[in-house]
Structure formats: structure tokens, C-alpha cells
Nanobody, 128 residues
Framework: QVQLIESGGGLVQAGGSLRLSCAAF????????MGWFRQDPGKEREFVAV????????KYADSVKGRFTIFRDNAKNTVDLQMGSLEPEDTANYYC?????????????????????WGQGTQVTVSS
């Protein structure tokens, strides 16, 4: 289990940028794939981006590809999401999550049920 705390959300105008950060507490952070998801009230949680435990493989939702970048620093136990060219459709509560399995092989998963630890979320609001 890894404890996760997100920060960096806020209100931004369309076209602007925002960087979300997730701090992880647990000695085994570097063994888990880490993901960012988002959710609007009344909607299902949506995959945004994932990075594998080594930091060498990333995957993005089509809706954010080319605009968002996921980073991790295993020495600092952090995983960040740099968001650019923000659109009102990006408005949501953003969650950081850690994979259920350590050292999962293959292309990192973007399926929410594959993630076992979740943060409380940070709200991002993009005004038009």
C-alpha cells in the first residue's frame, strides 16, 4: 500500500497550463506503475496518463495526448502531471493512483481496477 496526496489543482483559463503533483508515502514507491485519472460528478473515472515503475514507458488518453506529460522522480517519491493547452473539457477532479502489482511487466495499464491505492483528488477547473 502506498499513501498518495495530490496538489496543484486550481482555476485556469482555457489555453493555460497547470502542473499537478502527487507525493507518495511508502518505501516501495519505485516498484509501482503510477497513473493519473480524472472524474466529473456523475461520470465514470477516466484514464488520463500512466507511467511505468522505471519511468521508461508512458501511455496517454487520446484526449490529452500531446498536451499532457507525466513524470516521476523515484528518489523524491513524486509523480507529476504537466498539463498544457487546457480546455474546459479538462475540468474534473484529478486523482493519482498506484498499481496493485509491483514491477508489473508490459505496457502500463490505464484500467482503474488495476490500481489499488488512490489519493483524495485535486480539482482542476478550466474556464472558457
Amino acid at each position: 500500500q502506498v499513501q498518495l496526496i495530490e496538489s496543484g489543482g486550481g482555476l485556469v483559463q482555457a489555453g493555460g497550463s497547470l502542473r499537478l503533483s502527487c507525493a507518495a508515502f511508502g518505501r516501495t514507491f519505485g516498484s509501482y506503475n503510477m497513473g493519473w485519472f480524472r472524474q466529473d460528478p456523475g461520470k465514470e473515472r477516466e484514464f488520463v496518463a500512466v507511467i511505468d515503475w522505471s519511468g521508461s514507458s508512458r501511455k496517454y488518453a487520446d484526449s490529452v495526448k500531446g498536451r499532457f506529460t507525466i513524470f516521476r522522480d523515484n528518489a523524491k517519491n513524486t509523480v507529476d502531471l504537466q498539463m498544457g493547452s487546457l480546455e474546459p473539457e479538462d475540468t474534473a477532479n484529478y486523482y493519482c493512483a498506484a498499481d496493485r502489482e509491483q514491477y508489473r511487466l508490459g505496457i502500463p495499464s490505464g484500467i482503474p481496477s488495476d490500481f489499488g491505492s488512490w489519493g483524495q483528488g485535486t480539482q482542476v477547473t478550466v474556464s472558457s
